[in-house]
T-cell receptor, first 115, second 113 residues
């Protein structure tokens, strides 16, 4: 089936710098995207979402950008902190089709914050 | 708020044994689902339910059964465990209408020997 994948499995950044985590998706019909954060030993935690009718959405220290032309999604984390160390997943869904098929997840990027 | 609660947190089984992974949510969500997470594979959907009495298969349903007798509970059954089912299992729930942000439990780490 179609998949959602990430470009880099590991990203290492200095504390205080900005982080950018990328995600490519192949299902052009997907209309809803979510970023999750998963800390070691815990379940995925919702960070931010975006619908396909938007190209940018901002939250607290996080921004998601969506480029439907190239089917690319990114998560920007400003002024990274040690607590940002985790695995980040992008996920896609087709909510206009009911959304009941669940989320399709990428493989994840491990973000490491260096002091 | 409890959210999504999974039990047990850890389990070791022998090949051929059966067990049930429990999942309960207190948010009155219509939609519940089970995922398994394997290294390098991300999360893959096993089964899901859009309401009490309704279940359907996800991407990797073989070897697993589910039922949804109440809105709150969505147990996952392994009838005859196999080593290939060694994984971390996550239950999630969401509203069905509108944006279906799924909320996840803490997971059950299962080892099948």
């Amino acid at each position: 089936g179609e998949n959602v994948g990430l470009h880099l499995p590991t990203l290492s950044v200095q504390e205080g710098d900005n982080s950018i985590i990328n995600c490519a998706y192949s299902n052009s019909a997907s209309d809803y995207f979510i970023w999750y954060k998963q800390e070691s030993g815990k379940g995925p935690q919702f960070i931010i979402d975006i619908r396909s009718n938007m190209d940018k959405r901002q939250g607290q220290r996080v921004t998601v950008l969506l480029n439907k032309t190239v089917k690319h999604l990114s998560l920007q984390i400003a002024a990274t902190q040690p607590g940002d160390s985790a695995v980040y997943f992008c996920a896609e869904n087709l909510i206009s089709g009911g959304g009941a098929d669940g989320l399709t997840f990428g493989k994840g990027t491990h973000l490491i914050i260096q002091p | 708020n409890a959210g999504v609660t999974q039990t047990p947190k850890f389990q070791v089984l022998k090949t051929g044994q059966s067990m049930t992974l429990q999942c309960a949510q207190d948010m009155n969500h219509e939609y519940m689902s089970w995922y398994r997470q394997d290294p390098g594979m991300g999360l893959r959907l096993i089964h899901y339910s859009v309401g009490a009495g309704i279940t359907d298969q996800g991407e990797v349903p073989n070897g697993y059964n589910v039922s949804r007798s109440t809105t709150e509970d969505f147990p996952l059954r392994l009838l005859s465990a196999a080593p290939s089912q060694t994984s971390v299992y996550f239950c999630a729930s969401s509203y069905l209408q509108g944006k279906n942000i799924q909320y996840f439990g803490a997971g059950t780490r299962l080892s099948v020997l």
